[in-house]
């Protein structure tokens, strides 16, 4: 027959803490929502013109893309983005310099030969709103331009 003190040591070398796991749980679950939205941060909605199929090239070694973005707003008005980072600016020669500037700070660390910018424009967006990307594109380092297009249409969520 066991006495009350032995029943309690039993007890006690059967149990397993869960606090060591718990938070190590709890600390990915943070991390990987953190993650998600530095993903989607650069995904705006664009619609790119009817009839443009779907093209990537092989990834080179060595070289990082900056994604420049151009975006139909409700007010009839373009806006740029670069990477996750909008531009807001009532003059587009401001947005002009801040394009080069945002893609400058991105490439900086490349060699000069591989220095990609990847422009994405929506389809509603004119020639006349979207020159600024391509001034703004000239005006930094950058040593190549890439066209992002989509085959299929995407429904935007706005």
């Known amino acids: 027959m066991r006495s009350i003190g032995q029943l309690h040591t039993a007890d ?3 149990t397993f803490n869960m606090t060591p796991i718990i938070d190590i749980v709890f600390l990915l679950i943070i991390f990987f929502l953190v993650v998600c939205q530095f993903i989607e941060a650069e995904n705006f ?3 790119v013109p009817d009839g443009c199929e779907f093209a990537q090239n092989e990834p080179q070694p060595r070289v990082q893309v900056t994604t420049v973005t151009v975006m139909k707003t409700t007010k009839e008005k373009s806006r740029f983005a670069v990477g996750s980072e909008k531009i807001t ?3 587009y020669a401001d947005i002009i310099d801040k394009l080069a500037e945002l893609i400058n700070i991105r490439l900086k660390d490349l060699p000069a030969d591989n220095r990609v910018v990847t422009l994405r424009i929506d389809k509603d967006v004119c020639f006349r709103e979207a020159q600024y990307s391509f001034a703004g ?3 930094s380092t950058a040593t190549d331009v890439q066209l992002a297009t ?3 249409k ?3 969520s706005e």
């Open 12 to 14: 006690r070398s059967e």
């Open 89 to 91: 600016s009532s003059s």
């Open 45 to 47: 909605p664009i619609t």
């Open 154 to 156: 995407r429904i935007s």
């Open 150 to 152: 989509l085959k299929e």
């Open 137 to 139: 594109i000239a005006a």
